[in-house]
Structure formats: structure tokens, C-alpha cells
């Protein structure tokens, strides 16, 4: 298998579908263990200890969106035609910051993935 091949792989393996209703969908990509400790975590002191938030820069959340389904020009546009519109990050970017409800789902998402990233590398330290 070929670099760019496995790379693909690896990458699909931190992707997953955010249902938006009415067979429309976006594909997130989790992020990589690097962007989360670098970007994502924040140290919270709390009673003398320290714990972590997991915070999403919310103008930034869109780079995390890698593809789309069931998107329509009348989706994008409101009066526009039925044709699928091809994913372009910056289309989605547009759409997510003026529609909050998807912007929550894929937020969600976002978080569930991450935490749950998280617990599966310490219950694999654990064995």
C-alpha cells in the first residue's frame, strides 16, 4: 500500500457522520492527539486540583468538517435548484455560522469523539 494510501486510511479511521435531518449529513474528522492537547484541552484549577476542559474555537470548528452529503443549492441558497452542490470548506464554514443548530450537532460530535478518544487510551494504559 502506497503512503498516500494509508494515510487516507488512517484518516478515515477519525472520521464520522453528524446527521442533520432530511438525509442531509456532514463528516467530521476528529482531531489528532496533537490538536487536542495543543488546541483543545484547557487546564481548569478546580479546589486544588486541575482537570481539563475540551473547548472548540467555534470560528474554527468548520476546519474540522471534511465532506457533506444531501447538500443542495436550495439548501445553500433558499430558492435555489435541487442539484447537489459539491463540499467546499468554505461553503461550509458559511453554512455553519449561520446556522447554529448544525453548528451545535457538529460541536457535540466533536466533543463526544474527542472524550471518547480520550477513555479509550486509558483503558488501553490500564491492560
Known amino acids: 500500500m502506497s503512503p498516500d494510501v494509508i494515510l487516507q486510511k488512517m484518516r478515515a479511521l477519525r472520521q ?25 484541552l484547557r487546564p ?31 439548501e445553500l441558497l433558499q430558492n435555489g435548484s435541487s442539484d ?4 467546499a470548506p468554505q461553503l461550509a464554514q458559511e453554512l455553519l ?3 447554529s443548530d448544525w453548528l451545535g450537532k ?4 466533536l466533543q463526544t469523539a474527542v472524550v471518547e478518544q480520550i477513555e479509550a487510551r486509558a483503558e488501553a494504559e490500564k491492560n
Do not use: Y
Request: aromatic content about 6%.
Open 44 to 74: 481548569v484549577l478546580h479546589e486544588g486540583t486541575t482537570r481539563f476542559d475540551i473547548v472548540f474555537d467555534t470560528d474554527k470548528l468548520h476546519q474540522h468538517v471534511v465532506d457533506w452529503r444531501g447538500m443542495t443549492e436550495d
Open 16 to 40: 464520522s457522520s453528524v446527521d442533520l435531518g432530511n438525509g442531509r449529513a456532514m463528516i467530521i474528522m476528529r482531531p489528532t492527539d496533537l490538536q487536542v492537547s495543543r488546541d483543545i
Open 97 to 99: 455560522a449561520c446556522n
Open 106 to 109: 457538529v460541536l457535540t460530535a
Open 84 to 87: 447537489a452542490v459539491p463540499f
